[in-house]
Nanobody
Framework: VQLQASGGGLVQAGGSLRLSCAAS?????MGWFRQAPGKEREFVSG???????YYTDSVKGRFTISRDNARSTVYLQMDSLKPEDTAVYYC??????????????WGQGTLVTISS
């Protein structure tokens, strides 16, 4: 499976971005991770084929994950962005969503920078 992530950019705190991840094949469970400078990669959000969603606590109420199965695309709508959301965001095929366990298929990463 090949994953193509897009949608990153530079926005001010309080702004919004929408990330997209297009997959080359049907993937039941998908997720988003992020890695900030000097920190480990962390789980952000995941979504099951039928739409069940999972979020890490720090983004609950601000981020919304969704998917378009016909387009094999997963989205991450990010609102009320904070400087601490600055990171490279990666989409991934997931082995499990709870607890989150990624598979071996990752997108190339898209940089999100939030200015204060």
């Amino acid at each position: 499976v090949q994953l193509q992530a897009s949608g990153g950019g530079l926005v001010q705190a309080g702004g919004s971005l929408r990330l997209s991840c297009a997959a080359s094949a049907v993937t039941p469970n998908m997720g988003w991770f992020r890695q900030a400078p000097g920190k480990e990669r962390e789980f952000v959000s995941g979504i099951a084929w039928r739409g069940g969603t999972y979020y890490t606590d720090s983004v609950k109420g601000r981020f919304t994950i969704s998917r378009d199965n016909a387009r094999s695309t997963v989205y991450l709508q990010m609102d009320s962005l904070k400087p601490e959301d600055t990171a490279v965001y990666y989409c991934a095929v997931m082995k499990r969503l709870s607890p989150p366990v990624p598979d071996d298929f990752w997108g190339q990463g898209t940089l999100v920078t939030i200015s204060s």
